[in-house]
Each structure stands twice: as C-alpha cells, then as structure tokens.
C-alpha cells in the first residue's frame, strides 16, 4: 500500500533552515508528483509546492517562493523540502501528499517550531 | 489565488442527525473540488472528490453535491466517529487552496 514516512519533528532557531523529508513506498516513486503542504495550530490548509519525481519539475505557490526549496532523491524515493530564513510565522505541522489533483496519501506530518 | 469560502467554520450536532458543510468557489472551478476530514492530531483524509465521488473505503453516508459554484458535503446519519474538522478544496487552477475548515462537534 502507499505510503508517504515523513522526518521527526525540528526545533530550529530564527533565521536557520531546516530541511524534513518524504519517503515514499509502495508504489513507482516517478509516477506521481508529491506536494508539501502547510497547517499552522488551529488554522487552514495551505499548498506550498510540488515536485515532479520523474522530472525534478517544481512548482511553487507564489507565498512560498524563495522560502521553500524542493527536492526527491529517486535512489532513495524520498522527497525534500528546505525552509530557509525561519520565522516564528513558520511554526507549523508540513505535510507532504500525493499524487496530484486530489491528495488520497498523506505522510504523517512533520511539526517545525521556529523558537529563540 | 481561487478563494473558498466555507462555512459554517463550526457546527455541533446530535448522533444520527443530518449534516451539511458549503463551500463557496470565487469563480468557476467546474467540479474540480475535494472535500477532507482531519482528526485531532492526525492527517487529513480525503472523501470525496470531482466534486461528487466518493473515495475509496470512505462510508456511503457521506456524499458531495454542486449547484454553480456551491459545494455541499453532506453525512447523512452522523456517527461519532465523523467527528473533526473538513476541509474543501479546489484543485481547477494553481494554487490549490483549502476552505477554512469547518469543525464538526457532537451536541
């Protein structure tokens, strides 16, 4: 069955980076693209970007141009996404998804708190 | 962006009661929607799709309906384990974007 094995939770600095991955098993990691996705404590769903595995392809929600960097590792059939410059505004559970229009797999979430 | 507005953002029902969640479409996203429902503390998982189907495992007594560029959700006998938070969302045009949410809690 498909299934998308996300890193442990980060605790990082203002101003770092940090950098969660996605492993994916179950299916042909280039078949479909995964996307990241961010929920802030109490609040909505917001699509940050996806990646094409096949292709290395991205595609960026304006928001999170130059914040988010998105990358797969097909030897290991792992995704990447590194969020650089944290802020406190960052703290947040980061999903990642797929396949494509309609999310039907999720990973298990990744919680990253931006903390001095 | 396509903005979705959905409503009511909380909702409290009795057990085997008629549900129904809305979301509003800013333009026309023909039946490009999903709806989710999240847990506490879990990831969300996706119900229904195209607007009207119904995804794999998910129960009968959940169902999608569209009038224009209104969605419904609709769970027919509410069960105490449809508790947690919905979410609809539009996947017509980049960005996908998320409703609000509506938050589902038993009276």
């Known amino acids: 069955q498909v299934q998308l094995q996300q890193s442990g939770a980060e605790l990082t600095k203002p101003g770092s980076s940090v950098k969660i991955s996605c492993k994916a098993s179950?299916?042909?990691?280039?078949?479909?693209?995964i996307s990241w996705i961010k929920q802030r404590p109490g609040q909505a769903l917001e699509w940050i970007g996806a990646?094409?595995?096949?292709?290395?392809?991205?595609g960026y929600n304006e928001k999170f141009k130059g914040k988010a960097t998105l990358t797969v590792d097909k030897s290991s059939s792992t995704a990447f996404m590194q969020l650089s410059s944290l802020t406190p505004e960052d703290t947040a559970v980061y999903y990642c998804?797929?396949?494509?229009?309609?999310?039907?797999?999720w990973g298990q979430g990744t919680l990253v708190t931006v903390s001095s | 962006d396509i903005q979705m507005t959905q409503s009511p953002a909380s909702l409290s029902a009795s057990l085997e009661e008629i549900v129904t969640i809305t979301c509003q479409a800013s333009?026309?996203?023909?039946?490009?929607l999903a709806w989710y429902q999240q847990k506490p503390g879990k990831s969300p998982q996706l119900l229904i799709y195209?607007?009207?189907s119904l995804a794999d495992g998910v129960p009968s007594r959940f169902s999608g309906s569209r009038s224009g560029t209104q969605y419904s959700l609709k769970i027919s006998r509410l069960q105490v384990e449809d508790i947690g938070s919905y979410y609809c969302?539009?996947?017509?045009?980049?960005?996908?974007?998320f409703g609000g949410g509506t938050k589902l809690e038993l009276k």
């Open positions: 998804a797929s396949p494509g229009y309609w999310f039907a797999y």
């Open positions: 179950g299916y042909t990691f280039t078949s479909y693209d």
């Open positions: 990646i094409n595995p096949g292709s290395g392809g991205t």
């Open positions: 333009q026309d996203i023909g039946n490009w």
């Open positions: 195209d607007a009207t």
């Open positions: 969302q539009q996947a017509h045009s980049n960005p996908p974007t």
